[in-house]
């Protein structure tokens, strides 16, 4: 039930990001939410929950990253491992921390996304990594908690492990 629910969620958000989210864009700089709740998630549910939501979320971001299928799996993947990381070691009910982390993950996908399509001789407009980053933590301010109260609900607890 619990998969079930985080594909749904992630798809719903995957659809928002690339339909409703362009319209709030600010200079062409718009946050996204998918990454938003797979870090949020990470950092609450640790390393196992990292793993399938950040390269879940990434190859639902390859659909539309014409460049090289997989690059967003691979960041996403190895920045909600370190979200993982930084939830080991938190106070995951205050929103401080958090909304830090992810202000500073946000970046560092934005570095590993063109470090590696700079190996690969694409260019892409880095100048909008911080900017992303400081929306994506301004919408962490408020969905957080949501996301946190979400994750302690009876549904998203393992019941039974196979």
Known sequence: MKRVILILISLLLFIIDNTFMPFLAIKGVYPSLLIIFALSY?????YYEAILIGVFAGLLQDIYFF???GINALSNMCICLIGAKIGENIFKEKSFAPVISIFILSILK???MFVI????NIRINYF???FVALYN?????FVY????NFSLKPYMKNSRNF
């Open 145 to 148: 908690k949501k996301i946190y």
């Open 67 to 69: 460049n090289g299928f």
């Open 117 to 120: 399509l700079f190996t690969l």
């Open 42 to 46: 990470s950092i609450i549910n640790g």
């Open 137 to 141: 933590m301004i919408i962490t301010i």
């Open 110 to 112: 934005g570095i590993i």
């Open 128 to 130: 909008n990594i911080p």
